[in-house]
């Protein structure tokens, strides 16, 4: 009988403040509760409030997911065939079962039990899906794709052939990347450091946007950039392409040289659907 999800959150908080040595047996088992309520989406590392649309991270799930690192041991790890792998014990792969109906396709893949995978969703090999990621309904992960630990990624998104999608455990930080319904992410862009992209955007091709990017909306004559704790935000509807600007500089000047920065080209619009529609049989 699982346990009500807010006396869960008021233990995985505990759990998360504690020094490893405050640590019980006990909160091997809790971690494992941590894990069983994000595989079923019970509980997340970071929420949209429905009122203002604005995400709230639960810093006590990444502190809860750290403690589970802290608690675990290397075990060898059994149900593979060919080869041996070492792996703390709080932290094991995710066996899923055709009642999850998901479809992963053989080949290389990993999932770290205390994902979210909903319905629907494909992984193709080689992926890796990290400890307190959520991924919604139909979702594509393509070949290559790292979803990083804790990242929040919508219904219908695409995330194509090498997209790198970063998390919260190394180096240190504390904003998952969020990538919101029906956005399409092209192949080989990277999302690091907390970036978050509204609904329907469309990342191109090579894009890469971390804390330090600026982006320029060439249709509103504005630049996006992460402003203290608000992280890097990509309005709902943008397309994003890679692009240049001069470096600083007499040095840069003189040598005609610039800087990667990319650039929101225009809105979605029904050119931008024909160019990222998905295939339903796919799903
Ligand atoms: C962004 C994307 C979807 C195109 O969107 P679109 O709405 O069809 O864009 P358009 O063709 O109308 O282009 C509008 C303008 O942006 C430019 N542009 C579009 N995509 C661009 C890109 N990736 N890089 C540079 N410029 C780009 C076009 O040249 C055009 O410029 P112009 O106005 O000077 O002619 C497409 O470029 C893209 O990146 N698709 C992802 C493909 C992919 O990675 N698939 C993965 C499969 S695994």
């Known amino acids: 009988m699982p346990r009500p999800t807010k006396l869960l959150i008021e233990l995985l908080t505990e759990l998360g403040e504690k020094s490893a040595d405050q640590y019980v047996p006990e909160d091997r088992a809790l971690f494992a509760e941590l894990r069983e309520a994000t595989n079923l989406g019970l509980i997340r590392c970071a929420e949209k409030d429905p009122a203002t649309g604005q995400w709230r991270v639960n810093i006590w799930y990444k502190k809860a997911v750290l403690a589970g690192f802290r608690l675990g041991q290397l075990l060898e790890q059994e149900g593979y065939n060919r080869f041996n792998f070492f792996d703390k014990q709080t932290v094991p792969t995710r066996q899923l079962y055709i009642t999850n109906k998901v479809r992963l396709v053989p080949g290389g893949s990993s999932i770290r039990d205390g994902a979210y995978l909903a319905e629907g969703v494909v992984v193709m090999p080689p992926s890796y899906v990290n400890i307190g990621s959520y991924v919604g309904a139909d979702t594509m992960i393509d070949s290559h794709v790292l979803v990083g630990s804790c990242a929040q990624i919508g219904k219908r ?126 799903r």
């Open 157 to 282: 998104v695409h995330l194509s052939a090498g997209v790198q999608i970063g998390g919260v455990l190394e180096p240190v930080g504390n904003l998952p990347v969020i990538i919101e319904d029906d956005v399409m992410v092209g192949g080989n862009s990277g999302l690091y450091e907390g970036t978050v992209v509204r609904e329907r955007a469309v990342i191109g091709t090579g894009v890469l946007l971390n804390g330090s990017t600026k982006v320029y909306d060439l249709v509103r004559g504005q630049i996006l950039q992460r402003q203290g704790e608000q992280p890097l935000e990509i309005p709902a509807g943008a397309v994003v392409v890679p692009g240049s600007r001069p470096a600083h500089g007499d040095f840069a000047k003189e040598h005609g040289l610039q800087i990667a920065t990319p650039l929101i080209i225009k809105y979605r619009d029904e050119k931008t659907n024909a160019s990222t529609a998905l295939e339903e049989a796919l």
